[in-house]
């Protein structure tokens, strides 16, 4: 069996790569299209994707969850992979046919009809993708090598081709393009593990189709405060608004996208750990995962907070000034979805409680909906971050609730507080060299960035004594040492 930090370090290096080359390709893209072509790609974008959620539903975590369950018994692992892909297909044909119906009925599609017709290529290449099979057997070897060179093809064919304003719906293309050869792969490799059986069996597509959809509800549900803010901004106040706001988000997509790959490669093991009844590793895997975010997510929301202008003026140049408050508004969701991430990937959904997820969802949705009828008429791409932000405290208080119901496990208020008393010296610190002297953008990122690896450095070693932070620095001595 593949170890939790060799499964953890390939996402992680997947995760990280992806958000290298989009450091490498935003700032140059941003520049050449600018904010109201950037703002159209993303919400084309949002919609698309808002049919792939209904075409996938709860396929990807009830996928992993029983790949993990039966990837040592081929017979029971095809049948159950063939049962799925067959739900998966029935809905995606439902989600391409309203999809191309809308674009022809509703006139904000219909004026992107040339993008949106390229996003029903990612819908329907997003089918053949079946990812959550090979996280299911915990291949993420396949799946890193994969992925990261097609991304350097994508990165070098946007230099390429992407060269005027009027170049958006090329660079479209070129991103649902990475989709479409990833699930051309994937599907010529599928082979050499399993074969489709067609004897289809009504009740175990019952047995999979009720937590698919209760699970697909619930990313419905929870796009409500994440996705449809860009979809009903753009409605609301235009593809400018859509720009700003989507700038806003894309250095808190980067930072939490490395948390939830380790989330991601949690839900196979908690899965198995659950199976075979070992209660005290779940509890253990647990704790790890809140204190690797305490001390992962603190010192980002510190760093991305103070030097929001600059990163903004860094990854987008000038034109952006719209998206620094809604950046500054969002990065505390680092901390606060982090910990709902925990509760729900890797204690509900392997505890297979699937209708508190779905309870907790429909709360968020509820309020994340209501949020932004209210706030984006008044405070546009501003309003946007504020629903988003009240929305994943509802959804943290709700999650937290049901985890305490059914395993007792609650937030350790007094591990945040010393957190949080530990982050002042930094905050003054960080503030201190601003005012010393106010560099260019990339300068003052450099050396505030500096300022606080070498003191949260200190804090992991010699004040919260943090045993893997100590277990990594270790190990980097000790190699370092043994290269001399």
């Known amino acids: 069996m593949s170890s939790i930090k060799k499964n953890f370090l390939y996402d992680s290096i997947l995760t990280v790569s992806g958000y290298i080359f989009t450091l490498v390709t935003f700032p140059y893209v941003s520049r050449v299209l600018g904010v109201t072509n950037i703002g159209i790609c993303n919400f084309v974008d949002s919609v698309i994707n808002y049919f792939i959620l209904f075409s996938m539903l709860g396929v990807s975590t009830i996928g992993i969850r029983e790949i993990a369950k039966k990837k040592n018994d081929k017979l029971e692992l095809e049948r159950s992979f063939s049962n799925i892909i067959l739900i998966n297909a029935i809905f995606t044909f439902i989600a391409l046919i309203i999809l191309v119906a809308l674009i022809f009925i509703i006139p904000d599609f219909y004026k992107h009809k040339e993008l949106m017709l390229i996003g029903a290529f990612k819908l329907i290449f997003n089918f053949f993708l079946v990812e959550w099979f090979y996280k299911g057997l915990e291949d993420f070897r396949y799946i890193t090598v994969r992925n990261i060179a097609i991304r350097i093809g994508y990165v070098i064919s946007v230099f390429l081709f992407v060269k005027e304003?009027?170049?958006?719906?090329?660079?479209?293309?070129?991103?649902?393009?990475?989709?479409?050869?990833?699930?051309?792969?994937?599907?010529?490799?599928?082979?050499?593990?399993?074969?489709?059986?067609?004897?289809?069996?009504?009740?175990?597509?019952?047995?999979?189709?009720?937590?698919?959809?209760?699970?697909?509800?619930?990313?419905?549900?929870?796009?409500?405060?994440?996705?449809?803010?860009?979809?009903?901004?753009?409605?609301?106040?235009?593809?400018?608004e859509v720009g700003y706001y989507t700038t806003a988000i894309k250095l808190y997509s980067i930072l939490f996208a490395l948390f939830?790959?380790?989330?991601?490669?949690?839900?196979?093991?908690?899965?198995?750990?659950?199976?075979?009844?070992?209660?005290?590793?779940?509890?253990?895997?647990?704790?790890?995962?809140?204190?690797?975010?305490?001390?992962f997510s603190i010192p980002l929301i510190i760093f991305?907070?103070?030097?929001?202008?600059?990163?903004?003026?860094?990854?987008?140049?000038?034109?952006?000034?719209?998206?620094?408050?809604?950046?500054?508004?969002?990065?505390?969701?680092?901390?606060?979805?982090?910990?709902?991430?925990?509760?729900?990937?890797?204690?509900?959904t392997p505890l297979q409680k699937d209708k508190a997820i779905f309870i907790n969802s429909l709360l968020g949705a509820v309020v994340g909906i209501s949020l932004n009828i209210v706030l984006v008429p008044l405070y546009k791409s501003v309003g946007s971050a504020l629903a988003w932000f009240i929305s994943e405290i509802i959804i943290l208080i709700f999650a937290q609730y049901f985890v305490y119901k059914y395993v007792k496990f609650l937030f350790s208020y007094k591990r945040l507080l010393l957190h949080l008393s530990l982050a002042f010296p930094a905050i003054f610190g960080a503030l201190l060299i601003i005012r010393m002297k106010s560099f260019a953008p990339?300068?003052?990122?450099?050396?505030?960035?500096?300022?606080?690896?070498?003191?949260?450095?200190?804090?992991?070693?010699?004040?919260?004594?943090?045993?893997?932070?100590?277990?990594?620095?270790?190990?980097?001595?000790?190699?370092?040492?043994?290269?001399?």
Do not use: W
């Not at 479409?180 to 047995?207: C, G, P, T």
């Open 165 to 240: 304003t009027g170049d958006y719906s090329l660079y479209y293309f070129l991103t649902t393009l990475t989709i479409v050869i990833n699930a051309l792969i994937n599907v010529f490799h599928l082979k050499s593990h399993i074969r489709i059986r067609m004897n289809f069996n009504r009740n175990n597509l019952k047995k999979y189709l009720s937590p698919i959809i209760i699970l697909g509800l619930y990313g419905l549900l929870a796009s409500m405060y994440t996705s449809f803010n860009i979809v009903y901004l753009g409605f609301i106040q235009g593809e400018k």
């Open 260 to 295: 939830a790959a380790l989330t991601r490669v949690m839900l196979p093991r908690m899965s198995s750990l659950l199976s075979s009844g070992n209660l005290n590793e779940f509890g253990k895997m647990t704790n790890k995962s809140y204190d690797i975010l305490l001390s």
């Open 304 to 348: 991305s907070i103070i030097l929001a202008p600059d990163i903004i003026f860094f990854l987008a140049g000038e034109g952006y000034e719209g998206a620094i408050l809604p950046m500054q508004i969002i990065m505390p969701l680092m901390l606060l979805a982090g910990y709902e991430q925990i509760l729900t990937m890797q204690i509900l």
């Open 442 to 484: 990339l300068i003052n990122i450099l050396l505030i960035g500096g300022f606080l690896v070498c003191y949260y450095t200190i804090v992991q070693l010699k004040i919260l004594k943090n045993e893997y932070f100590v277990r990594i620095m270790k190990k980097f001595v000790l190699r370092k040492n043994n290269d001399l």
